[in-house]
């Protein structure tokens, strides 16, 4: 898993973008501008210096990559091999451990044209303000040689594209969602255990999870609960939703959305009654819940899971287990780009392209749980046959493809992580752990958002 920020990996999944408000651009990566003054050769350090492990041998071009966190290329020792393929380069990675502290360092570096390396990190969360205010500032990859817009999820490739047709970012992993549940606690509250029986429980529809939640309490062992929190829930309803928070023409749309309304809905119900742990993700809480065994579900994006092995631990193995989810949803990814401000701009988008390449995503998977944007990935054997033996030897390569192949193209504006952030974490907390009326709830997040944008 990635290390991103608390708060990144706590919102509403994100999928497919048709970037709003992104004007005509010019440029092109053969074509790349002198470097800005203070840009050397190999673009200097992410974030402006940030410190980080370092890769490199001997050659004759160095290429620096600033990444947010763990973010697993070098751990899953792509460079090395890349290295090993091209004697002549040499790559330095330079890392910032939180997202929240890279992005804004990154906007900086780009408005002003130094202090960038050959290639920049971007999560999901931050690709839609990227392509609709950046895209200028940054190499069209869709023009580099061996990269085809049919080699990744449509939905994937259109996150990182502007409307007159400019792809300014390529995606490394996607976050595609399926339930994570407890074998053990199902049996002793009488409900299925066999994941195909499981998933059937629910099977296309959130208000049949629901109906598994209150089953769940019926007969419900001791000290726990079905769920671990009402945002989880409605993270994962609106990751699947077409239309979220802004239409096609750019306009904040979230309240008078119905998919919007509807997942707060159906989440502040779960809370509503008692089948949540009201706990907020991503705490010490929530961690303890895992070692503990408090909550018998929750929504489960493929990265989650060496989350659930690392916080539930030993004591866990075999006990998880993993279920298509209701609908198909996504939630987090990545990109990399390639700055227009480089020397080696051309070498940059060779490297990008290699790295998110099938073959290269999945071994991303295979050793780190990264799940493939590519989805030619799918058919090679680290995929196809990959299966999780602490989650009693799920099939998840399977499971995690078939939620990536359904996910529907979304429209993402460049605020959708204030509205998605506070939805969760003033609105909905409120509900859960509370106990507020989901209006008062509703309430509440409206006023903060409307406060974050000046509305």
Same mark, same amino acid.
């Given at each position: ?36 003054? +203070?840009?050397?050769? +190999? ?29 697993? $290329? ?35 570096? $780009? ?121 989880? #829930? ?63 579900? #929750? ?69 780190? +749980? ?86």
């Amino acid at each position: 898993m990635r290390t991103h920020s608390r708060a990144s990996h706590r919102l509403v999944g994100l999928v497919a973008v048709v970037v709003l408000g992104a004007g005509t651009v010019a440029g092109c990566a053969e074509d790349p501008p002198e470097p800005a003054a +203070g840009v050397t050769s +190999g673009g200097g350090t992410s974030g402006g210096g940030a410190s980080g492990d370092v890769d490199g041998g001997s050659g004759g071009t160095t290429l620096t990559v600033g990444v947010f966190g763990a973010f697993g $290329l070098k751990e899953a020792g792509l460079y090395d091999e890349y290295m090993k393929l091209h004697k002549d380069v040499v790559i330095r990675q330079t890392s910032i451990e939180r997202n929240e502290n890279y992005y804004p360092q990154l906007l900086t570096h $780009l408005g002003s044209g130094s202090g960038l390396a050959d290639i920049q990190a971007v999560e999901v969360n931050n690709i839609a303000e990227i392509t609709a205010t950046q895209a200028g500032k940054l190499v069209d990859l869709g023009r580099t040689e061996g990269v085809r817009k049919d080699g990744f999820l449509p939905w994937k490739w259109s996150q990182a594209t502007t409307a007159d047709g400019r792809t300014v970012g390529l995606g490394t992993d996607i976050g595609p969602g399926a339930i994570c549940y407890r074998r053990d606690l199902f049996a002793k509250a009488g409900l299925p255990t066999d994941r195909t029986a499981v998933g059937k429980l629910w099977a296309g529809d959130w208000r049949k999870y629901l109906a598994a939640g209150k089953r769940y309490k019926a007969k419900a062992p001791k000290g726990t609960v079905f769920v671990d929190s009402a945002s989880g #829930v409605m993270a994962a309803i609106t990751g699947g939703s077409e239309k979220r928070f802004y239409d096609a023409g750019g306009k904040v749309v979230y309240k008078t959305n119905p998919a919007v309304r509807g997942a707060w809905d159906t989440a502040a119900e779960f809370a509503r009654e008692g089948l949540t742990g009201r706990l907020q993700q991503f705490t010490p809480a929530w961690d303890q819940g895992f070692a503990n065994a408090t909550f018998a579900t #929750v929504s489960c994006p493929a990265w989650m899971l060496g989350y659930i092995q690392d916080k539930a631990g030993a004591a866990g193995k075999g006990k998880w287990d993993v279920a298509t989810a209701p609908r198909p949803s996504n939630w987090g990814g990545s990109f990399l780009t390639v700055p227009r401000a480089g020397k080696n701009t051309a070498a940059a988008a060779r490297l990008v392209a290699w790295l998110t390449a099938p073959e290269q995503q999945a071994k991303l998977f295979e050793r780190r +749980g990264s799940f493939p944007s590519a989805p030619a990935a799918y058919d090679l054997p680290a995929v196809s046959e990959a299966r999780h033996p602490y989650f009693g030897d799920a099939p998840t390569g399977r499971i995690f493809a078939g939620a990536a192949e359904g996910v529907p193209v979304q429209i993402v504006g460049p605020k959708d992580l204030i509205i998605a952030q506070n939805l969760a974490d003033v609105g909905m907390l409120q509900v859960d752990q509370k106990g507020r009326s989901s209006e008062q709830g509703w309430d509440a997040a409206v006023k903060a958002i409307d406060n974050a944008l000046d509305r």
